[in-house]
């Protein structure tokens, strides 16, 4: 089974300061990864997502990721940020499509409060 | 392009009863996965239904089951709830038998008292 640690459960940070939320995986095989936001009592929305080519991916509203295979990370970040963003924010893993590959397994999540 | 949908939003049950959710997915996906949000357990797979076949399944009591109909909806139910099944159960469609085009619905709050 694959698992998703996200090292911070709880960040906070003013308004236009920069901000790097932190994921790391286990897995000794290629994974798809992935970065949603959850805003209270709504579901989860795709960020961005890793699934081969350059390790920088850049997704909606101002944030990136960079996938690094060696230190078995994918570690979200965001030059500014606005309140907006306060919400929770969830990296998740799968080993790939279909059958028993195409299930993702989330970290426990990162609590992001932005501070005018 | 209408989104997932699930009904209903929130639901209160008492233990012991059973409970159905609904999921309706984007329009043309066919593979449909459950998912349980928990603060204490976080977010958990419970299944996986692509073209009505269940194909995967999370580490959950058979007291969780699921189905999907030919135009691709899917159900959930819980049988005999216990206080512990409160949760936000989150459904995602994809277009392909696969995450990495999920979307995902707005959830049900299921309540057991």
């Known amino acids: 089974a694959q698992s998703v640690t996200q090292l911070d459960s709880q960040v906070p940070v003013f308004e236009e300061a920069p901000v790097e939320l932190r994921c790391n995986y286990s897995?000794?095989?290629?994974?798809?990864l992935f970065w949603y936001v959850q805003y209270p009592n709504q579901g989860l929305q795709l960020l961005l997502k890793y699934l081969s080519g350059s390790t920088l991916v850049k997704g909606i509203n101002g944030f990136e990721a960079e996938f690094n295979k060696s230190q078995t990370s994918f570690h979200l970040r965001k030059p500014s940020v606005h309140i907006s963003d306060t919400a929770e924010y969830f990296c998740a893993v799968s080993r790939g499509r279909g059958s028993t590959l195409g299930r993702l397994y989330f970290g426990r999540g990162t609590q992001l409060t932005v501070w005018p | 392009k209408a989104g997932v949908t699930q009904t209903p939003r929130y639901l209160i049950k008492t233990r012991g009863q059973q409970v159905t959710l609904s999921c309706s997915p984007i329009s043309g996906h066919r593979s449909v996965s459950w998912y349980q949000q928990t603060p204490g357990q976080g977010l958990q797979f419970l299944f996986e239904y692509f073209s009505e076949t269940q194909r995967n399944k999370g580490n959950f009591p058979g007291r969780f089951s699921g189905r999907q109909f030919s135009n691709s909806r899917s159900e959930m139910n819980v049988s005999t709830l216990e206080l512990g099944d409160s949760a936000l159960y989150l459904c995602?469609?994809?277009?392909?038998?696969?995450?990495?085009?999920?979307?995902f619905g707005q959830g049900t709050r299921l309540t057991v008292v």
């Open positions: 897995s000794s095989v290629s994974v798809y």
């Open positions: 995602a469609s994809s277009g392909q038998a696969g995450p990495d085009e999920a979307f």
